[in-house]
């Protein structure tokens, strides 16, 4: 009987730090992967050690959340079986286990460097500020989302010590702001007049035309950055060629797939359409080889060469 009681509350434990989630946090390695150092050994720990800080300060978030929005959550179709909405875990025991997290992604964070440190603070107080209360404000709620998807990028650099292309910045920021709209939209189509109840945000601003002209330009800043990026002059002198343009095709691909999904209620967040829809998820993968194959294989910087 107790044996089973541990097992369950280890279970329920794992399911409040979301590890599903921790996928969002590989926007850490955009850094060690732009500056070409995936052969550096030292850079490729200290990057994995970013990244598992990352995973510690987000998960502790998303304890913290699940604490706040566990009335909410209940009358979510899906959203009720958290541990804490469910029952499974207390308050008090959810709130501590959150303080536990943040402290050890604190101690990881610092161990590495300083700065890296610096970063996941600032990225601790902007999502505490989200889950106390900002995220009931539209828009506002979106932007600070998307702010910890930029300090992640950001932060990734720190980790190895490498300068940070405003580029890199731009281009998170632009894709996190269509990702948040997205999933808002979403969230609008698929649960109608239960989306008040479930996520309490000003959604009188968040109607339909409103998300739908949100969506639609964030989908075109997102996707107007990564152009310019890629046919940058600053660009093509670091890669040692112009052919990062073509890695806009599976991009494009990717974004208009995405909107797809938002407007017919289908896309909560990329993990959940990494899980579900393999068009989706082909695109990604096409965008990663591409993208792999121009930046270590061609150009005057390249790291693997093909043979002959």
Not at 1 to 24: E, F, H, S
Not at 47 to 57: E, K, Q, R, S
Not at 68 to 83: E, I, L, S, T, W
């Amino acid at each position: 009987m107790a044996r089973g009681w541990c097992l369950r509350t280890v279970y329920n434990l794992v399911r409040l730090a979301r590890p599903d989630q921790w996928i969002k946090n590989v926007f850490v390695f955009a850094a060690l992967v732009f500056s070409r150092k995936v052969t550096d050994p030292a850079a490729i720990l200290d990057a994995v050690i970013g990244f598992v800080a990352f995973c510690l300060a987000s998960s502790a978030i998303y304890a913290l959340n699940d604490v706040f929005d566990r009335k909410a959550d209940a009358c979510h179709p899906q959203k009720r079986r958290r541990p804490v909405a469910s029952g499974e875990i207390s308050v008090v025991a959810a709130a501590v286990y959150s303080a536990v997290l943040a402290a050890a992604a604190l101690a990881v964070a610092f161990a590495l460097r300083v700065p890296f440190g610096g970063s996941v603070v600032a990225y601790l107080v902007i999502t505490l500020a989200y889950v106390l209360g900002l995220k009931r404000v539209a828009i506002l709620d979106v932007l600070l989302l998307s702010a910890g998807f930029v300090i992640r990028a950001y932060a990734g650099g720190k980790a190895i010590d490498v300068w940070v292309s405003p580029w890199l910045i731009l281009c998170t920021l632009t894709v996190a702001l269509f990702l948040g709209f997205a999933k808002r939209e979403s969230e609008r189509v698929a649960l109608g007049a239960a989306a008040a109840a479930a996520r309490p945000v000003e959604w009188d601003i968040y109607d339909e035309k409103g998300l739908a002209h949100k969506l639609t330009v964030s989908a075109g800043l997102a996707i107007v950055t990564y152009m310019l990026y890629t046919i940058n002059p600053e660009t093509i002198e670091r890669v040692g060629h112009p052919w990062m343009l073509l890695t806009v095709f599976p991009a494009l691909y990717a974004v208009f797939r995405f909107h797809h999904m938002a407007i017919t209620g289908r896309a909560g967040d990329p993990t959940e359409m990494i899980r579900r829809d393999a068009p989706f998820v082909v695109s990604l993968v096409a965008w990663v080889a591409m993208v792999a194959v121009l930046l270590f294989c061609f150009g005057k910087h390249a790291v693997w060469r093909p043979l002959g």
